[in-house]
């Protein structure tokens, strides 16, 4: 079974940063990209970032580029997500999904994780 | 970029098939995989539909994926229909670029 627990969200100010974890299971990790997708309350989905299964290729929303990074830990079986200069618009919860393929193309997902949420406030 | 236009709201009654549809406004709706996704309230989203018309494991035949070249839109059917399957579903493609459009999401209501 795909299992996708993400963790490290929590309240932060404006300005600061926080990194999101993604820990995977029950699939061949390092044989699939994967993405970050967020949500705000209330709204549809947005895509975040996406990242190859070698992280030979990263990919981001123009609305996170130059602050945000992505990276994973083939050997952990781990997705992350670097945040910086976060924004009040960044709060949302933010989700690990599990890619189609090895590449960020195709751009979709087949396995959600249950999020983790993220506030920024003062 | 494109536009994924979707109806805001479809409601049917248990047992009966329910057809969600999602237009591209520009470009072919064949030229990049077509994703729908499911999110019940207070629930993370699952994927029902990828590739146009697959089904990730667990998901039931009753749901089925496909596009239409001619009206460029794709479709998400629901047939069977029961009270579980309430919820808001979004189709998702992307450009070339691997730049993700959601649609605005429809509201299925089984009364």
């Known amino acids: 079974e795909v299992q996708l627990v993400e963790s490290g969200g929590g309240l932060v100010q404006p300005g600061r940063s926080l990194r999101l974890s993604c820990a995977a299971s029950?699939?061949?990790?390092?044989?699939?990209?994967m993405h970050w997708v967020r949500q705000a309350q209330g709204k549809g989905p947005e895509w975040v970032s996406s990242i190859s299964w070698d992280s030979g290729s990263v990919g981001y929303a123009d609305s996170v580029k130059g602050r945000f990074i992505i990276s994973r830990d083939n050997a952990k079986n781990s997705l992350y997500l670097e945040m910086n200069s976060l924004r009040p618009e960044d709060m949302a919860m933010y989700y690990c999904?599990?890619?189609?393929?090895?590449?960020?193309?195709?751009?979709?997902?087949?396995?959600w994780g249950q999020g983790t949420l993220v506030t920024v406030s003062a | 970029n494109f536009m994924l236009t979707q109806a805001h709201s479809v409601s049917e009654s248990p047992g009966k098939t329910v057809t969600i549809s999602c237009t591209r406004n520009s470009g072919s709706i064949a030229t990049n995989y077509v994703q729908w996704y499911q999110q019940r309230p207070g629930s993370s989203p699952t994927t029902v539909i990828y590739?146009?018309?697959?089904?990730p494991s667990g998901v039931p035949d009753r749901f089925s994926g496909s596009i239409d070249r001619s009206s460029n839109s794709a479709s998400l059917t629901i047939s069977g229909l029961k009270t579980e399957d309430e919820a808001d579903y979004y189709c998702?493609?992307?450009?070339?670029?691997?730049?993700?459009?959601f649609g605005g999401g429809t509201k299925v209501a089984v009364l």
């Open positions: 998702q493609s992307y450009d070339n670029t691997n730049h993700w459009v």
């Open positions: 590739e146009d018309s697959k089904r």
């Open positions: 029950g699939f061949n990790f390092d044989g699939y990209a």
């Open positions: 999904a599990k890619g189609l393929g090895r590449y960020q193309l195709p751009g979709g997902v087949d396995y």
